[in-house]
């Protein structure tokens, strides 16, 4: 099955197809660095991610482009409300969002350019469209002249009669019935230069528009393959106007290409059936999560148990049965694991052990269902339930004696290729090694105690392992344990 992606553009699924395959040019829209960013801007970010694993799974060689940015409205604002410069002010949340990203096991983009890197390529983009005629130098800045952009509003689908003529918006805050001739350069304030958020311009000293950063820095990233035209661009779905439309509208006026090939849009999480957004006031950050002692596969699974063009509902409930989910997972495998320890030893390789394996029909399933999950548009609903579904075959195997370590081994590896793809096996639990030689001698003891029939004692012993959060299992071969 091939690969088929919604497309915002022409508001169908269609087949993906890259400029110059295999490589593909993914541009992400990163957060707005002034605050910590919520689990409602990682939702978007885990969507992108599975996005880029998957089709790094399927052989493409993926560019990945996030911005930041780091000089609006709003992050003038909040610097000048902490009395500091705007980089000072800025860059704890930027180290920040990359410990979320790290914590929720995201993979780090290729380029995270920031907006106040890249002036001089947007100023160049401006005097450009200046003198294509699409821009204009207004009383407080330069602005884009949508009327004279004929395709403005094809992505979105905004006609152009509902747009108010001839007003301006200085903000960089949009409502969808305000939307008119948007800011590319404001002119400097005092409060900008206090910020030190201004700068020289042909045009006049100032600093960019919120739009036009994305274009100038993604047009300024892929250039070093030869192109100015992105394969994919994702983002949250609140994104697609103005923000996006505007980037269309500038980037094209300038390069007389299509911009995009590809945009897709991730929907919203909401929190007791509202968006969540600092103006309403509830947010909820990774921060919030890591605090609280949540594994971050959870959350991965969460997200993921939600298509990425469905309204994601988040609660406590939702979270504990996503933790459960990952649990059962993390017990599989390791179950799996300790059923191919035999492949490979005494003498025997890897490749025999596997040769005299049951029949590979459960793993072929998998990897037939999985994919044909995740070609679907990135239906990672039916990715996961292809992979439980896996689970409780192979359990019945294991279960019944039927599956060899080689059996066990071939298994093991269809099922980690899954999981390199959704990455929502549980965190590993850091054990100590005085715990660990602790926890040894108590189980020898327990056993010890068994031995002698004194059961009450194992019991206790047990308890005790359990207080201290150390999960024994009894089985064939002895007794294993886990840290929880």
């Known amino acids: 099955m091939t690969l088929r992606l919604h497309n915002t553009l022409t508001r169908q699924v269609e087949p993906f197809a890259p400029l110059a395959p295999p490589r593909v040019t993914l541009y992400t829209c990163g957060p707005t660095v002034y605050n910590y960013a919520h689990i409602g801007n990682f939702r978007t970010f885990l969507f992108e991610d599975l996005l880029r694993r998957y089709l790094e799974s399927q052989g493409f060689d993926v560019f990945q482009v996030m911005n930041l940015t780091d000089v609006d409205d709003r992050t003038i604002a909040a610097a000048a409300k902490a009395g500091v410069p705007l980089a000072q002010h800025t ?26 890197q890249y002036i001089g390529p947007m100023v160049d983009l401006v005097s450009r469209l200046m003198e294509r005629g699409l821009a204009y130098r207004g009383e407080d800045g330069v602005y884009f002249a949508i009327g004279k952009f004929p395709g403005y509003g094809r992505l979105s689908q905004v006609e152009r009669r509902e747009l108010k003529a001839g007003a301006r918006v200085a903000s960089d805050e949009y409502a969808k019935d305000d939307a008119r001739d948007f800011a590319l350069w404001k002119f400097a304030d005092a409060a900008d230069e206090q910020a030190g958020a201004a700068w020289d311009a042909p045009f006049g000293r100032g600093r960019p528009g919120w739009h036009l950063e994305c274009s100038a820095m993604s047009l300024q990233e892929i250039r070093r393959f030869g192109v100015e035209t992105l394969d994919l661009h994702a983002g949250g779905v609140d994104l697609v106007f103005p923000h996006h439309e505007n980037e269309i509208a500038q980037s094209e006026g300038v390069t007389g290409r299509p911009f995009v090939r590809h945009w897709m849009h991730g929907e919203f999480l909401l929190i007791q059936g509202s968006k969540m957004s600092k103006r309403f006031g509830n947010i909820l950050t990774v921060r919030d999560l890591k605090e609280e002692g949540v594994d971050p596969a959870a959350f991965r699974m969460l997200v993921f148990s939600t298509h990425y063009r469905q309204q994601l509902s988040y609660s406590d409930e939702a979270l504990a049965a996503a933790a459960e989910g990952v649990r059962r997972l993390g017990e599989f495998r390791e179950r799996l694991a300790h059923a191919a320890e035999g492949a490979g030893q005494a003498g025997q390789s890897p490749a025999a052990s596997a040769s005299t394996a049951p029949s590979a029909a459960v793993e072929e399933e998998l990897h037939r269902s999985f994919t044909a999950a995740l070609d679907d548009d990135l239906s990672s609903p039916q990715a996961l339930g292809a992979v439980f579904t896996f ?39 850091v054990v100590d090694t005085e715990l660990g030689v602790w926890v040894e001698a108590r189980i020898k003891d327990r056993e010890a105690a068994r031995k002698a029939r004194d059961f009450g004692r194992a019991d206790a012993i047990r308890g005790e392992l359990l207080a201290k959060g150390v999960e024994l299992e009894d089985t064939p071969a002895g007794t294993r344990w886990r840290k929880r």
Do not use: C, Q, W
Not at 402 to 427: E, H, I, K, Y
């Open 391 to 429: 689970v409780r075959a192979v359990n019945r195997e294991l279960d019944g004696g039927s599956l060899n370590s080689g059996g066990a081994l071939a298994r093991l590896a269809a099922f980690d290729g899954t999981m390199a793809v959704l990455d929502v096996l549980p965190a590993a639990a």
């Open 91 to 116: 860059e704890p949340f930027v180290r920040a969002f990359f410990e979320d990203r790290d914590y929720l096991r995201i993979k780090p983009a290729h380029v995270y350019p920031r907006a106040t």
